[in-house]
Protein backbone atom coordinates (compact mmCIF):
# COMPACT_ATOMS: atom_id res chain seq x y z
CA UNK A 1 0.00 0.00 0.00
CA UNK A 2 2.21 2.71 0.87
CA UNK A 3 4.28 2.06 -2.52
CA UNK A 4 1.01 2.47 -4.29
CA UNK A 5 0.47 5.57 -2.98
CA UNK A 6 4.44 6.93 -3.84
CA UNK A 7 3.84 5.89 -7.06
CA UNK A 8 0.28 7.49 -7.03
CA UNK A 9 1.90 11.25 -5.80
CA UNK A 10 5.09 10.88 -8.49
CA UNK A 11 1.92 10.40 -11.14
CA UNK A 12 0.26 13.08 -9.58
CA UNK A 13 3.57 15.59 -9.34
CA UNK A 14 4.13 14.64 -12.99
CA UNK A 15 0.20 15.18 -14.04
CA UNK A 16 1.02 18.74 -12.74
CA UNK A 17 4.35 19.70 -13.67
CA UNK A 18 2.86 18.80 -17.34
CA UNK A 19 0.10 21.23 -17.01
CA UNK A 20 1.79 23.39 -15.49
CA UNK A 21 4.54 23.86 -18.15
CA UNK A 22 2.16 22.74 -20.68
CA UNK A 23 -0.66 25.24 -21.13
CA UNK A 24 -3.27 23.83 -22.82
CA UNK A 25 -6.28 21.93 -22.46
CA UNK A 26 -4.96 18.19 -22.65
CA UNK A 27 -3.37 18.97 -19.70
CA UNK A 28 -5.70 20.37 -17.34
CA UNK A 29 -7.82 17.40 -18.21
CA UNK A 30 -5.12 14.93 -17.49
CA UNK A 31 -4.35 16.80 -14.00
CA UNK A 32 -7.75 16.53 -13.38
CA UNK A 33 -8.49 13.11 -14.12
CA UNK A 34 -5.70 12.31 -12.27
CA UNK A 35 -6.61 14.21 -9.35
CA UNK A 36 -10.26 12.87 -9.03
CA UNK A 37 -9.10 9.33 -9.51
CA UNK A 38 -8.44 8.37 -6.04
CA UNK A 39 -11.91 9.91 -4.99
CA UNK A 40 -13.55 7.59 -8.08
CA UNK A 41 -11.43 4.55 -6.29
CA UNK A 42 -12.84 5.42 -2.95
CA UNK A 43 -16.85 5.48 -4.55
CA UNK A 44 -16.76 2.79 -6.70
CA UNK A 45 -14.70 0.55 -3.62
CA UNK A 46 -17.33 1.89 -0.64
CA UNK A 47 -20.38 -0.88 -1.35
CA UNK A 48 -17.85 -3.98 -1.39
CA UNK A 49 -16.14 -2.37 2.27
CA UNK A 50 -19.35 -2.07 3.70
CA UNK A 51 -20.29 -4.82 6.42
CA UNK A 52 -16.95 -6.62 5.84
CA UNK A 53 -16.13 -9.52 7.48
CA UNK A 54 -13.47 -12.95 7.11
CA UNK A 55 -14.45 -16.70 6.80
CA UNK A 56 -12.21 -19.19 7.87
CA UNK A 57 -12.91 -22.38 6.03
CA UNK A 58 -11.01 -25.35 7.69
CA UNK A 59 -10.85 -29.40 8.07
CA UNK A 60 -12.34 -30.17 11.36
CA UNK A 61 -9.47 -33.13 11.37
CA UNK A 62 -6.77 -34.34 9.31
CA UNK A 63 -4.48 -37.80 10.22
CA UNK A 64 -1.00 -36.57 11.45
CA UNK A 65 1.17 -35.66 8.64
CA UNK A 66 -1.33 -35.55 5.91
CA UNK A 67 -1.66 -31.51 4.80
CA UNK A 68 -4.68 -29.49 5.52
CA UNK A 69 -6.12 -26.76 3.74
CA UNK A 70 -7.31 -23.84 5.12
CA UNK A 71 -9.33 -21.13 3.22
CA UNK A 72 -10.13 -17.83 3.85
CA UNK A 73 -12.18 -15.07 1.92
CA UNK A 74 -13.95 -11.42 2.58
CA UNK A 75 -17.62 -11.16 2.80
CA UNK A 76 -19.60 -8.01 2.13
CA UNK A 77 -23.01 -8.06 2.76
CA UNK A 78 -22.80 -11.87 2.48
CA UNK A 79 -21.66 -11.95 -0.89
CA UNK A 80 -17.88 -12.65 -1.93
CA UNK A 81 -15.76 -9.48 -1.82
CA UNK A 82 -13.61 -8.73 -4.92
CA UNK A 83 -11.28 -6.01 -3.65
CA UNK A 84 -7.79 -6.80 -2.88
CA UNK A 85 -7.00 -7.59 0.74
CA UNK A 86 -4.66 -9.20 2.86
CA UNK A 87 -5.49 -11.44 5.84
CA UNK A 88 -2.56 -12.71 8.93
CA UNK A 89 -3.59 -16.25 10.52
CA UNK A 90 -1.88 -17.09 13.98
CA UNK A 91 -2.13 -20.80 14.01
CA UNK A 92 -1.81 -22.28 17.63
CA UNK A 93 -0.93 -25.58 18.67
CA UNK A 94 -2.39 -26.51 22.31
CA UNK A 95 -0.79 -29.30 23.29
CA UNK A 96 2.78 -27.22 23.29
CA UNK A 97 1.78 -23.59 22.97
CA UNK A 98 3.54 -23.31 19.52
CA UNK A 99 2.37 -20.75 17.10
CA UNK A 100 2.61 -20.50 13.17
CA UNK A 101 1.89 -16.82 11.86
CA UNK A 102 0.98 -17.17 8.08
CA UNK A 103 -0.06 -14.86 5.54
CA UNK A 104 -1.90 -14.91 2.07
CA UNK A 105 -3.20 -11.93 -0.29
CA UNK A 106 -6.97 -12.35 -2.16
CA UNK A 107 -8.80 -12.30 -4.28
CA UNK A 108 -9.49 -14.84 -4.99
CA UNK A 109 -10.43 -16.32 -1.87
CA UNK A 110 -6.84 -17.51 0.82
CA UNK A 111 -5.43 -20.66 0.46
CA UNK A 112 -2.65 -22.15 3.37
CA UNK A 113 -1.36 -25.78 2.92
CA UNK A 114 -0.68 -26.23 6.40
CA UNK A 115 1.29 -29.83 7.52
CA UNK A 116 1.45 -31.01 10.99
CA UNK A 117 4.16 -32.94 11.95
CA UNK A 118 2.68 -34.12 15.59
CA UNK A 119 -1.00 -35.01 16.92
CA UNK A 120 -2.82 -32.12 18.39
CA UNK A 121 -5.10 -28.92 18.12
CA UNK A 122 -4.33 -26.11 16.40
CA UNK A 123 -6.59 -23.09 16.70
CA UNK A 124 -6.69 -20.91 13.73
CA UNK A 125 -7.42 -17.70 14.85
CA UNK A 126 -7.77 -14.25 12.12
CA UNK A 127 -5.11 -11.83 13.88
CA UNK A 128 -5.16 -8.96 10.95
CA UNK A 129 -7.89 -8.68 7.66
CA UNK A 130 -7.96 -5.59 5.58
CA UNK A 131 -8.92 -4.54 2.04
CA UNK A 132 -8.03 -1.91 -0.31
CA UNK A 133 -9.61 0.21 -3.04
CA UNK A 134 -9.12 -0.58 -6.69
CA UNK A 135 -6.15 1.61 -6.45
CA UNK A 136 -4.83 0.29 -3.14
CA UNK A 137 -5.20 4.06 -1.51
CA UNK A 138 -7.82 3.58 0.80
CA UNK A 139 -7.63 0.63 3.88
CA UNK A 140 -10.57 -1.08 5.02
CA UNK A 141 -10.59 -3.01 8.08
CA UNK A 142 -12.75 -6.21 8.07
CA UNK A 143 -14.37 -7.83 11.18
CA UNK A 144 -12.66 -11.12 12.01
CA UNK A 145 -13.55 -14.35 11.83
CA UNK A 146 -14.58 -16.76 15.08
CA UNK A 147 -11.41 -18.85 15.47
CA UNK A 148 -11.20 -22.11 13.78
CA UNK A 149 -10.07 -25.64 14.82
CA UNK A 150 -7.89 -28.40 13.49
CA UNK A 151 -7.20 -31.74 15.11
CA UNK A 152 -4.41 -33.55 13.93
CA UNK A 153 -5.29 -37.27 14.85
CA UNK A 154 -3.29 -39.68 15.81
CA UNK A 155 -3.02 -43.09 13.26
CA UNK A 156 -3.84 -46.34 15.01
CA UNK A 157 -0.36 -48.39 15.15
CA UNK A 158 -0.04 -51.96 18.02
CA UNK A 159 2.07 -51.50 20.55
CA UNK A 160 5.26 -53.22 20.85
CA UNK A 161 3.84 -55.59 23.26
CA UNK A 162 0.60 -56.61 22.29
CA UNK A 163 -2.33 -56.80 24.99
CA UNK A 164 -3.75 -60.54 25.64
CA UNK A 165 -7.43 -60.39 24.77
CA UNK A 166 -8.48 -64.41 24.97
CA UNK A 167 -9.79 -63.29 28.49
CA UNK A 168 -12.04 -61.24 27.28
CA UNK A 169 -13.43 -63.32 23.96
CA UNK A 170 -13.95 -66.20 26.53
CA UNK A 171 -18.19 -65.30 27.18
CA UNK A 172 -19.33 -66.04 31.03
CA UNK A 173 -22.64 -65.86 31.92
CA UNK A 174 -24.41 -65.49 35.34
CA UNK A 175 -28.01 -66.46 36.69
CA UNK A 176 -30.24 -63.37 34.99
CA UNK A 177 -31.81 -61.49 38.04
CA UNK A 178 -35.99 -61.94 38.34
CA UNK A 179 -35.78 -64.44 35.25
CA UNK A 180 -37.48 -63.55 32.22
CA UNK A 181 -36.49 -63.81 28.72
CA UNK A 182 -33.23 -64.30 27.52
CA UNK A 183 -31.66 -65.47 24.51
CA UNK A 184 -29.06 -67.68 26.77
CA UNK A 185 -30.03 -70.65 29.52
CA UNK A 186 -28.94 -72.91 31.22
CA UNK A 187 -30.77 -76.50 32.24
CA UNK A 188 -30.95 -77.28 35.83
CA UNK A 189 -33.13 -79.45 37.93
CA UNK A 190 -36.08 -78.06 39.67
CA UNK A 191 -36.23 -76.52 42.37
CA UNK A 192 -39.40 -75.80 44.71
CA UNK A 193 -40.49 -72.13 43.84
CA UNK A 194 -39.63 -72.44 40.53
CA UNK A 195 -42.34 -70.86 38.04
CA UNK A 196 -43.76 -73.73 35.53
CA UNK A 197 -43.55 -71.83 32.79
CA UNK A 198 -39.63 -72.17 32.98
CA UNK A 199 -39.92 -76.05 32.51
CA UNK A 200 -38.49 -77.93 29.89
CA UNK A 201 -41.07 -80.53 28.88
CA UNK A 202 -38.91 -82.21 26.45
CA UNK A 203 -36.25 -82.37 28.20
CA UNK A 204 -38.18 -83.61 31.62
CA UNK A 205 -39.38 -86.54 29.79
CA UNK A 206 -36.42 -88.00 28.73
CA UNK A 207 -34.61 -87.52 32.01
CA UNK A 208 -37.93 -88.45 33.93
CA UNK A 209 -36.99 -85.63 36.77
CA UNK A 210 -38.33 -81.97 36.12
CA UNK A 211 -35.78 -79.80 34.20
CA UNK A 212 -35.89 -75.89 33.69
CA UNK A 213 -34.57 -73.20 31.52
CA UNK A 214 -32.41 -70.81 33.62
CA UNK A 215 -32.30 -67.47 32.16
CA UNK A 216 -28.81 -66.34 32.01
CA UNK A 217 -27.17 -62.91 31.28
CA UNK A 218 -23.58 -62.17 29.81
CA UNK A 219 -20.97 -61.45 32.35
CA UNK A 220 -19.11 -57.97 31.21
CA UNK A 221 -15.59 -57.93 32.37
CA UNK A 222 -14.20 -54.86 33.35
CA UNK A 223 -11.89 -53.78 31.24
CA UNK A 224 -9.15 -50.95 31.73
CA UNK A 225 -6.44 -49.79 29.69
CA UNK A 226 -4.14 -47.00 31.29
CA UNK A 227 -1.80 -45.06 29.73
CA UNK A 228 0.73 -42.36 30.49
CA UNK A 229 1.51 -38.73 28.31
CA UNK A 230 5.13 -38.09 28.12
CA UNK A 231 6.39 -34.39 27.44
CA UNK A 232 8.03 -35.02 24.55
CA UNK A 233 6.30 -34.78 21.32
CA UNK A 234 7.35 -38.16 19.28
CA UNK A 235 6.54 -40.13 22.76
CA UNK A 236 3.05 -38.46 23.16
CA UNK A 237 2.68 -39.37 19.53
CA UNK A 238 3.27 -43.47 19.71
CA UNK A 239 1.45 -43.16 22.88
CA UNK A 240 -1.79 -41.80 21.21
CA UNK A 241 -1.35 -44.03 17.85
CA UNK A 242 -0.96 -46.85 20.27
CA UNK A 243 -4.34 -46.43 22.48
CA UNK A 244 -6.20 -45.71 19.42
CA UNK A 245 -5.44 -48.93 18.07
CA UNK A 246 -5.94 -50.38 22.04
CA UNK A 247 -8.99 -48.61 21.91
CA UNK A 248 -10.42 -49.60 18.77
CA UNK A 249 -9.94 -53.18 19.05
CA UNK A 250 -11.78 -53.33 22.17
CA UNK A 251 -14.79 -51.55 20.66
CA UNK A 252 -14.20 -53.91 17.33
CA UNK A 253 -15.16 -56.57 19.74
CA UNK A 254 -17.79 -54.87 21.45
CA UNK A 255 -16.06 -54.56 24.60
CA UNK A 256 -16.58 -51.53 27.17
CA UNK A 257 -13.77 -50.11 28.39
CA UNK A 258 -12.18 -47.57 30.51
CA UNK A 259 -9.66 -45.39 29.13
CA UNK A 260 -7.30 -44.25 32.20
CA UNK A 261 -4.56 -41.79 32.62
CA UNK A 262 -2.09 -42.93 34.62
CA UNK A 263 -0.24 -39.44 34.79
CA UNK A 264 -3.33 -37.40 35.43
CA UNK A 265 -6.01 -40.00 36.77
CA UNK A 266 -8.62 -38.77 34.34
CA UNK A 267 -10.85 -41.73 33.13
CA UNK A 268 -13.11 -42.09 30.57
CA UNK A 269 -15.75 -44.58 29.60
CA UNK A 270 -15.62 -46.07 26.31
CA UNK A 271 -18.38 -47.58 24.83
CA UNK A 272 -18.90 -46.56 21.34
CA UNK A 273 -16.58 -44.75 18.37
CA UNK A 274 -18.40 -41.50 19.59
CA UNK A 275 -17.14 -41.55 23.24
CA UNK A 276 -13.48 -42.69 21.68
CA UNK A 277 -13.66 -39.38 19.24
CA UNK A 278 -14.59 -37.24 21.87
CA UNK A 279 -11.41 -38.98 24.32
CA UNK A 280 -9.22 -37.89 21.71
CA UNK A 281 -10.72 -34.50 20.74
CA UNK A 282 -10.11 -33.69 24.50
CA UNK A 283 -6.75 -35.52 24.83
CA UNK A 284 -5.10 -33.42 21.89
CA UNK A 285 -6.32 -29.99 23.28
CA UNK A 286 -4.65 -30.72 26.58
CA UNK A 287 -1.55 -29.31 27.38
CA UNK A 288 1.54 -31.89 27.42
CA UNK A 289 2.26 -32.78 31.42
CA UNK A 290 5.58 -30.83 33.12
CA UNK A 291 5.43 -34.26 34.85
CA UNK A 292 3.85 -37.33 35.54
CA UNK A 293 2.47 -38.35 38.71
CA UNK A 294 0.94 -42.38 39.32
CA UNK A 295 -2.59 -42.31 39.83
CA UNK A 296 -4.24 -45.32 41.46
CA UNK A 297 -5.65 -47.43 39.22
CA UNK A 298 -9.56 -48.04 39.02
CA UNK A 299 -10.73 -51.52 39.96
CA UNK A 300 -10.79 -54.10 36.51
CA UNK A 301 -10.97 -57.78 35.89
CA UNK A 302 -8.73 -57.04 32.88
CA UNK A 303 -5.83 -54.26 32.38
CA UNK A 304 -3.49 -53.33 29.17
CA UNK A 305 -1.08 -50.86 30.58
CA UNK A 306 0.48 -48.80 27.71
CA UNK A 307 4.24 -48.80 27.72
CA UNK A 308 5.83 -45.84 25.26
Not at 18 to 24: E, G, I, K, N, R
Not at 294 to 299: G, K, M, T, V
Request: net charge neutral.
Amino acid sequence: MPTRRIVYFLFLLSAAAFALFYDSWISIVLFTAVLGLPLLSFLLSLPFARRLAVTIDAPESVPRGERAVIRASFLSRERTCILPGEIRVALFDRMDDAKKTMRFRTPPSGEIRFTAAHCGVWQVEVTRARVYDFLGLFLFSAAGAAPARIAVMPIAAPPEVLPDFTALRAVSTRPKPGGGFSEIHELREYRPGDPMRTVHWKVSAKTDDLIVREAQEALNRRALVSYTMSAGRDDADRTLDSLLWVSSELLRMEIPHTVFGRHNGDAARIECASDLDALFLRLLAEPLPASNEDHPLPAADWHFRLEC
